[in-house]
Structures are given as structure tokens and as C-alpha cells.
């Protein structure tokens, strides 16, 4: 069976722990594992959550922040052999009971920090078995069973899911997007074929846990014995101090880093020469914030990835070395081997030159954990299921994409995905609102979200404090504005286009 | 109590506060809008208008709670104050 080992996402780490037994495999928080103490780790995680079950779950989840032990449990969860479902700490407890119910979660491993996690899950309701090693937390225990260690990681099929993530749905409750190890195991063999990653290098780990973009951080250092560094929020503070102390390689990033690496001072010539590699994803890239992280990582190689989580962490890449773009913005490049790109126009007709980007191949998922969500994403065309990616492209005339914009209401907030349909049925819900419009405001570099809405006026910390029981922080809303009603436009409906007009020329 | 340098810059950071609004000794900051980020920048906001560096182990979730518990940090670090 050696054979399913290799197509295994967890395969990776099992090849860097072959060159570099030794070496320390993940650094976080002033802890440092090597790949033999993180390998023995998730063993022993896994093999204890097995004994304990009386049958195999659907899938288990892993709550895990960025502290130590969060690496192994998420390498425990795949070592299980079953779907894992990365799950966020930090996450409002009604949202991860959504996604625990949704993904079929029927146990979960938890890192050490994840006690109030817990405690909050519990009080929601969700009463599922939890490996939580430190002890003492409030649903059922399985105990870590010094006995129980796995020998080797539970072999998997290609077509087994290895991940399961989630997005933001329009329709107010978040998409689950289950991607198999076959999928990963095209990405990942792209990517070895592409880049030169070795031993010697160090990665830094920007992407949460439950952001895809966080695989490629994991799975390219792992898979070349590399050490994995956990960037804490205070390294902001001085990026090329961090970068310079922990000699980081490789760099990725949302570009919304950038801009803030800037503002802190960090963006000076050659501030941060030990970088041979600088990747950005998770929102457009502008050529002045490409061009100035350059100036500071002049050793390095900048490439733009895209890609949304249903292909696969990224299914685009361009490389990019200073020159002019469309619209200042640095370009996606081409589609990865093995896919077929079409572009759609706004009849739904093949267009040579300018449409909503379209994807087919290997790296799709093949469909969202309900099938309800597929409606409108998914078609067929020449025998090949494509995905509708709702962003529009526009083919240079040597065939490289340039990124245009959404053909939705889909925005990136600091590279986090959100629909604003999701967004105005949270605050509907907010007591006092009557109705609720979100729209996105350019901000830094990246968006941020205001709302307008209607109904009783709510003190604004009020109605903040309301949304994050049920949002993310980061897609909670900075601005809101109490209107007595909503303009509407000739059609007569809200009109949104105003709105979002207003709300850019009141912004500071 | 604060100095106006301190009142200005630490409102930049608190989107949910009503210009009109005083900010209090106890105002809780993370409920009207600070931030993990907003953290980090507020720090180099405020080191570079105190000319002081804060500490790494100041760098925790209850300096930067409320106003009080912030300002006794950054007054602390001023030279020939008395916090």
C-alpha cells in the first residue's frame, strides 16, 4: 500500500522528515519541534482520538490557532486517514458549530490553547469527543494514550477528502469546499516541479490555519525539510528585524502585508535581503506595493498567485519583475498545467478575450459539501466539469490573465473572502435593524466593509459587539450609517451603487 | 490623566467611537474596534510620538485593554515620569 502514502497530502511531511529527522520542522511562539518530536507528536495524537472511537467519523475536527501545538494537531488530523476539518479558535462558537454540524464533525482535536474555544463550543451546544491534551476542558475527554501511538499514518485514496474548508456563502451560512488528497497531490507536484525549496530554508507561516493558503505554507516546507516560522502579530512591529533573526527564505503573504510592513517603517532598499522567494495571494496586488516589497527583498523572486479555495490553494501564478500592468495591477498569470481556462462573457458565450474566468482540471473540487451551493457555480462544457470563478479576466496576447475585478457582490478583506449578502444578513439579524445594505470601500490597499441600514438607530459598539457572535473579526464591519430608508435606483430597488459611493466619499 | 498626542491617536484606532463620545479610563478598546493589527500599528503609532520602545512582554492583550491600563504603559516608558 506504499503507493497511497506518496498521493497523501500528509505524504509530505513524511519525505521532509526522510532529509531532515533532525531539523527543527515548525517554530512558533519560542518552541521548537523537529520533524522526528512533531512526527512521534501527531502519532501519538492520532493513534489516541482512533482507540478511543468507537467508528470512524465523517470527519474530525482540528481547532487550531498558530501556538506549538497546533502544527501537530493538524498533522494528527490528517495522520488519521479521515477528512479533517481545520477549525479556528478565534471564530465566533455559533459559526464553528455551523461547520462542525455541516462537515460532519464527530470528534475534534484541539491544541493547547484552545480552552476557551471549548468552553464556548460547549456553550452552543455541540457535545462531541475532544482530544485536549493539557485536560480539563468541558466536553467528553479522550485521554492521550501513551499506548495507543500509531505506527505510521492511516492510509489514504486519492479520492478521499483530505480538507475541508470553508468560505462565505451568499446565502448567510458559510460553504464547506472539500478538497481530496488527489487534488493537493497535482498542486503540491506542480509546485516541486516549479520552485527550488530545500532543507535550508525557512518559510515564514503568515495564513491561519483554516485558510488554504496555510497548506501551501505547511506542505511546501514540510515537503522540503524546511523549517516552518509562525509570524505572531507583533513582528509587524519590524518585519526585517523578525524576517533577519529567524532567517526566513521564503515569503507569503495576503498583499495587504505590504501595506502594512510599510506603514511600520519596514519597506526601506534591501531591508530584507535573506527572502529568495516572495509570494502573495488572497486579494489584487498592485505593481507599486510589488515593486516597493522588491526594493526591500531584492534578492528575491516575486510571483502573484491566485486561485479560489474550490481549485485548490492556488491554480495561477505570475511571475512578476517590474513591468507595467494593466490598471497598475500585477497580472494571474497563467492557469496551471493540466487545467482548461474559458472565459465567459455576459451571455454565457466563449470569449477569446475578455469574460468570467472559468476553470476545469484536476486541482477542482468536486463539488460543495451541500450540493445546494453548486447551483449556478458548476457546468459542463466538452466532457469537462468547469467552475465559475466570478471574477473577470481579461487574456493578454501572450495569454496571460489580467485580473479585471468581480462580476459579484464577493469582496477580499485583508484576504479573507466575503460575500456581502452574508455580511447583510448578520446585521438583519442585530436587534433594532430593520434592513441592512454592506458595501466594500477602498482602504489601505485592501477594503473594509460599511454598512447601511435601517430601523431603530444602534449605538455602533452595540451593533459590533452583535455581529461578533456570529463573524469573523475580520469581516466585521468598521463603519455603519443609520438611514430613515435606502435610495433606490430606476428599477426601484436599493440602489447600492449609491450607496457604495457615499460610503467611499465620507471615508476619512 | 492622558495627554492630547495620546487622545488623538489612540481614537484613530477605535472605529466604533462617536466623535462626540469621551473616551474613558475603563472604555474597553477591543469593543469599540482595536484590533490584533490595529494593535501592532497603534505601538509604532505611539513610539514614534513618545520617541520610547515598548517592551516585547508589553506586547500582551491586556495592555492594551483600556486607556488607563495603555497610557500607564506609555507614560512608564517617558523619561522623568512617574507613571
Same mark, same amino acid.
Given at each position: ?34 520533524? &522526528? ?6 502519532? /501519538? ?91 480539563? &476542558? ?95 502579530? &507583533? ?62 527583498? #531584492? ?8 486561485? #479560489? ?74 466532457? /469537462? ?124 | ?58 506586547? %500582551?492583550?491586556? %495592555?492594551?485593554? %483600556? ?17
Amino acid at each position: 500500500m506504499d503507493d497511497t502514502v506518496d498521493l497523501a497530502l500528509a505524504g509530505r511531511f513524511l519525505r521532509g522528515l526522510a532529509k531532515s529527522a533532525d531539523r527543527p520542522a515548525v517554530r512558533a511562539g519560542g518552541t521548537s519541534l523537529t520533524y &522526528q518530536e512533531l512526527h512521534e507528536r501527531a502519532l /501519538l495524537l492520532a493513534g489516541s482520538l482512533l482507540a478511543h472511537l468507537p467508528s470512524r467519523p465523517a470527519a474530525i475536527g482540528v481547532l487550531a490557532g498558530k501556538g506549538p501545538s497546533a502544527y501537530a494537531s493538524i498533522l494528527a488530523g490528517l495522520y488519521t486517514g479521515i477528512t479533517m476539518v481545520p477549525l479556528q479558535p478565534a471564530f465566533p462558537a455559533a459559526r464553528t458549530r455551523q461547520m462542525i454540524e455541516a462537515a460532519g464533525v464527530g470528534a475534534i482535536i484541539a491544541d493547547d490553547d484552545s480552552l476557551a474555544a471549548l468552553t464556548g463550543l460547549r456553550e452552543e451546544g455541540v457535545d462531541l469527543p475532544v482530544l485536549f491534551a493539557p485536560g480539563g &476542558q468541558p466536553q467528553p475527554a479522550v485521554p492521550v494514550a501513551e499506548g495507543s501511538a500509531l505506527a505510521e499514518p492511516v492510509a489514504v485514496r486519492g479520492e478521499d477528502t483530505a480538507y475541508v474548508l470553508f468560505t462565505s456563502g451568499s446565502t448567510g451560512r458559510p460553504k464547506g469546499v472539500p478538497v481530496t488528497h488527489a487534488n493537493t497531490h497535482h498542486y503540491f507536484g506542480l509546485l516541486d516541479e516549479r520552485y527550488d525549496f530545500g532543507p535550508e530554508d525557512v518559510f515564514s507561516q503568515n495564513f491561519d490555519l483554516n485558510f488554504d493558503c496555510a497548506m501551501f505554507d505547511l506542505f511546501c516546507a514540510w515537503g522540503s525539510g524546511g523549517t516552518l516560522v509562525v509570524a505572531p502579530p &507583533q513582528a509587524y512591529r519590524d518585519m526585517p528585524r523578525f524576517i533577519a533573526d529567524n532567517g526566513v527564505s521564503v515569503w507569503f503573504s495576503t498583499p495587504s502585508a505590504i501595506a502594512l510592513v510599510r506603514r511600520m517603517g519596514g519597506l526601506g532598499p534591501a531591508t530584507m535581503p535573506s527572502l529568495r522567494w516572495s509570494f502573495f495571494a488572497g486579494e489584487a496586488l498592485s505593481c507599486q506595493d510589488a515593486g516597493d516589497w522588491l526594493a526591500a527583498a #531584492p534578492q528575491s523572486t516575486l510571483e502573484n498567485l491566485y486561485g #479560489p479555495t474550490e481549485l485548490t490553494i492556488t491554480v495561477a501564478v505570475h511571475r512578476w519583475a517590474g513591468e507595467d500592468a494593466l490598471n497598475g495591477m500585477v497580472p494571474i498569470g497563467s492557469v496551471h498545467g493540466g487545467h482548461r481556462a474559458l472565459l465567459l462573457d455576459a451571455d454565457g458565450d466563449e470569449s477569446a478575450i475578455e469574460g468570467e474566468l472559468c476553470i476545469a482540471g484536476p486541482q477542482l473540487t468536486a463539488g460543495y459539501l451541500d450540493a445546494g451551493d453548486d447551483v449556478g457555480r458548476f457546468f459542463d462544457r466538452d466532457g /469537462l466539469r468547469f467552475y465559475r470563478t466570478g471574477d473577470r479576466v481579461r487574456r493578454a496576447d501572450g495569454g496571460e490573465l489580467l485580473y479585471l475585478g468581480r462580476g459579484d457582490a464577493q469582496v477580499q478583506v485583508l484576504g479573507v473572502r466575503v460575500e456581502l449578502a452574508e455580511v447583510d444578513a448578520a446585521v438583519r439579524d442585530c436587534p433594532g435593524v430593520q434592513d441592512a445594505v454592506t458595501v466594500a470601500v477602498p482602504a489601505g490597499g485592501s477594503v473594509e466593509l460599511a454598512v447601511f441600514y435601517t430601523g431603530e438607530e444602534v449605538p455602533v459598539a452595540q451593533l459590533a459587539r452583535e455581529l461578533r457572535k456570529v463573524l469573523p473579526v475580520a469581516i466585521v464591519p468598521k463603519r455603519y450609517r443609520h438611514l430613515a430608508e435606502f435610495p433606490l435606483n430606476s428599477n426601484r430597488k436599493i440602489d447600492r451603487k449609491q450607496l457604495a459611493l457615499q460610503a467611499a466619499t465620507t471615508s476619512e | 490623566m492622558w495627554d492630547e498626542t495620546f487622545e488623538e491617536t489612540l481614537r484613530g484606532f477605535l472605529p466604533f467611537l462617536p466623535p462626540g463620545e469621551a473616551l474613558a479610563e475603563d472604555t474597553p478598546l477591543r469593543e469599540f474596534g482595536l484590533d490584533s493589527l490595529g494593535t501592532i500599528e497603534l505601538l509604532g503609532r505611539l513610539e514614534a510620538a513618545y520617541d520610547i520602545r515598548f517592551l516585547d512582554d508589553a506586547l %500582551t492583550l491586556e %495592555t492594551f485593554e %483600556t486607556p488607563a491600563v495603555l497610557w500607564k504603559t506609555v507614560s512608564g516608558l517617558l523619561p522623568g515620569v512617574q507613571a
